[in-house]
């Protein structure tokens, strides 16, 4: 029988080039919570990395903080199950850094997906995505913050996947939410 | 053609009576995000209310008082999709309670669903759960904080949905987002 690979998936949450309520490109505060329920959801999952990118040294330094309370200080010994989610997160300088990175380790540029709430042509679908994972090569699932990744970064995407759309028309979740549906449909479970 | 109805679902979250790390039954505090995430989670699956139990008199202010600024302050100015999610909230003392409010509107008394990411035996598939939803009755899904719902309100539940397994025996997602993933796989997509 042959044994079931996991899928060479990693994850960005990107805080810049994304956009505001007026559309015009930020650079986005870190949210806590963020990191704590992506990371976990991708823990979850078995994604292998989480990748923060953010160009602005402060919030660096706020990431590289709550990251050593749970992997390093306290935190780590009140909540070792928070320690193995959080030890996935890396914090690169933008979404090319994060490209390079994996593709120093699996010696092959992975292929990115991007993630896009609002109405933007020329979509993959959840099947197509998982049926691409079984060839073992790496993947980049991109997240935006606020309110999404900026069009100068979806037009490098590789795929954009197709939104998360419920059963209401109402298409407002959280990227936590967001992350954490699509990990669910995109690496169903395994028992 | 006969039209898709939309399940007569509500959702919970429940404060108290929770365990926390080491077992004990508490009360544990409001988070924010919880009332974010999951209002906007329950509005895109076409929830119907999202009733956030707590006992504590502190507490419920602060949920008032989040709610109030997003759905009449200055929160309801600056975005209108926010305010569309937390409108469905209401507080309540107790699961008791919320289940009596819904029996009032509904004219039957609903049905429980808990949710528990612990081994408990007795559970119930997300397919038998969605079959139950076409009879147009009432079902409440409850969502426990901190470390889950205690074991005496666990023993009240009509049904105990099989926890999220992921695919790598790592068991600790975030209640955000356990809660988007349940609404995703109990409420498929419409269109």
């Known amino acids: 029988m042959k044994a079931l690979s996991r899928p060479n998936l990693y994850l960005a949450l990107v805080h810049y080039p994304v956009i505001n309520k007026s559309g015009e490109i930020i650079a986005s505060a870190v949210t806590n919570l963020d990191l704590h329920d992506i990371a976990r959801a991708a823990k979850t999952y078995g994604v292998k990395k989480v990748y923060i990118i953010t160009p602005l040294d402060d919030q660096k330094e706020l990431v590289q903080k709550i990251v050593s309370h749970w992997t390093l200080g306290g935190g780590s010994r009140y909540n070792a199950l928070r320690k193995e989610a959080l030890e996935l997160i890396e914090i690169e ?21 991007m993630t896009c709430a609002r109405d933007v042509g020329g979509r993959i679908g959840f099947r197509e995505i998982r049926e691409k994972f079984e060839s073992g090569e790496p993947y980049l699932l991109v997240f935006g913050t606020a309110w999404g990744l900026a069009e100068s970064l979806l037009e490098t995407a590789d795929y954009v996947l197709e939104p998360i759309r419920g059963n209401t028309g109402y298409n407002h979740l959280s990227v936590r939410s967001a992350a954490s549906i699509m990990l669910d449909r995109l690496l169903p479970e395994c028992c």
């Open 93 to 113: 300088e933008s979404l090319e850094s994060a490209v390079r990175h994996i593709e120093a380790v699996c010696s092959v540029k992975p292929r990115t997906i």
